[in-house]
């Protein structure tokens, strides 16, 4: 299958793995790309410029099909080095960037100039607008459906594709709540020419996290994600657990008087003791709704295999629908 997305960076399927704390290490980019989808290393993951080159490095040592790096623009007391970071990407020889948070404009010079395609997440149609406006080359439009950061829009992804599909001119991929063929086929349908998968790539056999966290992914319905941290205007959708349950009573006790200084212990570096340990309780972690879809742990080929043949299958029923 051909798309505008395919063309953009030199991949077989139209399936991006978008960047995920604490998952998306070299094995899980690699193991995505081997299956040729485009696999994402998670910049800020590696936190350092030396690290991050390391993983990149690493991942080249496991593929040599494209991969991309994701950097997210986060608001922070103490901002990662992003000037390091870039250059560790563009010296690694990275082809493609996916950016995510706050604007891209000061990193998007210097990744041009060395001829990396960037993919900007974004979770509403002005801020893609932006994104086209400022020069990136796609957009990621992330549904209220997704894990992780949803915006404050609350727009889902039926009516935030194909009104992104309606505005933009440069191309774009749906994101939030993808899982399979039909996804796959629906995205297309709307206008995007591909789609970006974060909480499906999670429950796969080389997605480098604990054994605990894929289980409770195959075991959590579309009921279980919660969103936390609204009051902050800094949403983020998670899956349910103690620590979760009591965050909410906080945010519920202390209404607009909460401040992140509250709900620390709930949410502050408890992604390596989740993702690294599988400690399921320790604190709020990013999971989308799209865990009622899944319901096995693949490898990355098999589902992506699976996904494509699905998706040719839709079609070709849907040809036959016509033909009648
Ligand atoms: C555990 C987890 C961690 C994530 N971390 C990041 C991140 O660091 N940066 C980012 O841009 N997106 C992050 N995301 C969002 C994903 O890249 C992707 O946009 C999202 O998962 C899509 O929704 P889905 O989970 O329904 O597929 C994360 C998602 C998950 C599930």
New binding site residues.
């Given amino acids: 299958m051909k798309t505008a997305i395919t063309e953009m960076f030199g991949i077989e399927h139209p399936i991006i793995?978008?960047?995920?704390?604490?998952?998306?290490f070299a094995e899980m980019a690699a193991a995505v790309s081997n299956a040729g989808g485009l696999g994402?290393i998670?910049g800020?993951?590696q936190g350092t410029p030396e690290k991050l080159a390391t993983e990149i490095s690493r991942c080249k040592d496991m593929t040599d099909k494209p991969f991309g790096v994701?950097l997210?623009f986060l608001p922070s007391l103490t901002p990662p080095d992003y000037p390091g970071l870039v250059k560790a990407i563009i010296d690694g020889g990275v082809k493609a960037v996916?950016?995510?948070?706050r604007n891209p404009a000061q990193v998007l010079p210097a990744l041009k100039d060395a001829g990396i395609k960037v993919i900007h997440?974004c979770t509403s149609v002005r801020h893609s607008l932006k994104a086209q406006e400022i020069g990136c080359d796609a957009v990621?439009v992330?549904g209220f459906?997704?894990?992780?950061?949803p915006g404050e829009d609350d727009v889902p992804n039926f009516i935030l594709l194909p009104r992104a599909a309606d505005e933009l001119e440069i191309p774009f991929v749906s994101?939030?709540?993808?899982?399979d063929g039909r996804s796959l086929v629906a995205s297309l349908a709307m206008g995007a020419a591909g789609m970006?998968?974060?909480?499906?790539?999670?429950a796969t056999k080389e997605a480098p996290v604990h054994e605990n966290v894929k289980q409770a992914i195959v075991a959590a319905s579309e009921l279980d994600t919660r969103l936390v941290m609204r009051p902050l205007r800094n949403t983020e959708?998670v899956m349910t657990n103690e620590a979760v349950e009591r965050l909410l009573e906080k945010e519920r006790k202390l209404g607009a008087d909460l401040k992140f200084e509250d709900i620390i212990s709930e949410v502050a570096g408890v992604?390596p003791r989740i993702?690294m340990e599988g400690d399921m309780d320790a604190g709020a972690?990013?999971?989308?709704?799209?865990a009622g879809l899944i319901h096995d742990i693949p490898t990355c080929r098999e589902l992506i295999d699976r996904i494509m043949q699905e998706a040719h299958d839709i079609i070709a029923r849907l040809d036959r629908l016509q033909a009648s």
Avoid: P
């Avoid at 994101?175 to 899982?179: C, E, R, Y």
């Fill in positions: 793995q978008g960047g995920m704390h604490f998952v998306g994402i998670t800020l993951t994701n997210t996916e950016t995510a948070g997440k990621s992330d459906e997704c894990g992780g950061h994101s939030g709540g993808m899982a970006n998968m974060g909480t499906r790539f999670i959708r992604y993702m972690w990013s999971c989308g709704m799209v």
